[in-house]
């Protein structure tokens, strides 16, 4: 019933004019900055790995997107949570220079990620170039018959 | 400098640049300007079938270029329209046998004597379009409301920026309310809040585009069709006159009334 009201008064529900001017969006983004997606995803592995070589990232929560105000004016936003760091835990070398702004601000969240061993033995292993030659696998498995 | 020199192009190939060149070619001179329309797309040229002028040609672009006949003789008159001219493509030669410079030189040429010079662009972004944009003072985009058409317009709206030639204005051609309504089609606003740049105009629809390239006889001329009226508007603003969009609504019936009324809208 509210279907066909809804119909009626002419509030119609997302259709694919909608999804046009999403794809749009996206496709747009790539062609204006010349990287199309998949390197964009490789330059986003490649800024976490080197990120993770100083700090501990919670990879889940990792955010690197383009930001686009107009054709002319694209900037690459990027919030990267990091552990802070505890003593107690098993302690990774930190760069002098200490942490970034971002760590200021971290959450409770980081803070029990940076208690929780497990956790961030798997933020390690999950290493972009693991994930890559993981990727690889899996693509060498698709291919036995 | 004299006359303005607007450039109707799109990137993408068929989505109605010969139509709209026509049909603005018309509406400016019905408005009293003196108007000459070129067809930049050489190899396939088409400006002429649109506007019934075909078996008048003689001469063309090319062979002004190469300078075997003088330009007064490639121009062939409009029908209805003594202050209205076409130049039409050679159909035999390639793009290449015109440079941009040979455009600017022309062009310099035509704005002592007409008031709009009007440059039918090939589709894509080669030659033929460096040839049609670098004398344009002003350049039309034409799109329709689709994913691909957008697309390959802002890769042009960014070559024509780049070349010192932007902003353009884009004219959404092809536009299906009923589709618009039902949030299957890209709206105007759409496409705008992608672009980013103004709209001169907003061309629905119409069977009638079609009958008008079957007779030669471009739409405008038409008093019936809603894209003649549509195009005639875009020539209005073009001369710089403020006219307001029309509402492309065939005869709202009263449940969309009332729905606008519910929804305040
Ligand atoms: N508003 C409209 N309603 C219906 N049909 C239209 C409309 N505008 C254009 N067309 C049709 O679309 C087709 C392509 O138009 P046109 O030749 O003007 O495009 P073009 O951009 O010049 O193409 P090309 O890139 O090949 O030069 C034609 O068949 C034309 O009749
Ligand atoms: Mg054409």
């Known amino acids: 019933m509210t279907n066909l009201l809804s119909r009626l008064f002419g509030r119609a529900k997302k259709g694919s004019g909608a999804t046009a001017k999403d794809r749009l969006r996206f496709v747009l983004q790539h062609d204006r900055i010349n990287l199309p997606p998949e390197r964009m995803e490789e330059m986003k592995s490649e800024i976490l790995a080197v990120i993770v070589k100083y700090l501990v990232v919670d990879k889940d929560r990792v955010e690197i997107d383009l930001e686009q105000r107009d054709r002319t004016h694209s900037k690459l936003v990027a919030e990267i949570p990091v552990a802070i760091h505890t003593p107690s835990a098993n302690s990774k070398p930190v760069a002098d220079s200490g942490a970034p702004a971002d760590a200021a601000e971290s959450n409770g969240a980081d803070a029990e990620l940076a208690d929780d061993d497990s956790a961030v033995e798997a933020a390690k292993s999950d290493s972009p170039k693991d994930a890559k030659e993981a990727k690889a696998d899996e693509d060498e498995e698709d291919k036995k018959p | ?265």
């Open chain 2, 1 to 265: 400098m004299g006359g303005k020199v607007v450039t109707i192009s799109s990137g993408k190939g068929g989505v109605g640049k010969t139509t709209a060149t026509a049909n603005l070619g018309i509406s400016l001179a019905s408005l009293g300007k003196k108007v000459v329309v070129i067809d930049a797309d050489i190899g396939l040229r088409n400006l002429d079938v649109i506007m019934g002028l075909e078996n008048r040609i003689v001469y063309d672009l090319v062979d002004v270029v190469e300078g075997r006949s003088k330009l007064r003789q490639a121009m062939i008159k409009h029908k209805k329209f003594d202050d209205l001219f076409l130049i039409p493509a050679a159909q035999t030669r390639d793009k290449m046998a015109v440079s941009p410079e040979d455009m600017v030189k022309l062009a310099n040429e035509l704005r002592e004597d007409f008031d709009y010079i009007l440059i039918d662009s090939p589709a894509g972004i080669e030659r033929g379009f460096r040839n049609a944009l670098e004398p344009a003072d002003e350049v039309l985009i034409v799109t329709n409301p689709e994913v691909s058409a957008v697309r390959d317009a802002d890769r042009i709206i960014g070559l024509i920026e780049a070349a010192d030639k932007g902003p353009g204005k884009l004219i959404i051609n092809r536009l299906k309310t009923e589709l618009v309504k039902k949030g299957e089609m890209l709206s105007s606003d759409d496409v705008f809040d992608i672009l980013g740049l103004s709209i001169v105009g907003i061309i629905p629809e119409d069977e009638l585009v079609l009958s008008a390239s079957n007779s030669g006889i471009p739409v405008t001329l038409n008093m019936q069709s809603k894209a003649g009226m549509a195009f005639n508007n875009v020539a209005r603003r073009v001369i710089g006159e403020d006219v307001p969009f029309m509402n492309l609504d065939e005869n709202p019936g009263i449940l969309q009334r009332l729905a606008k009324l519910l929804n305040g809208r």
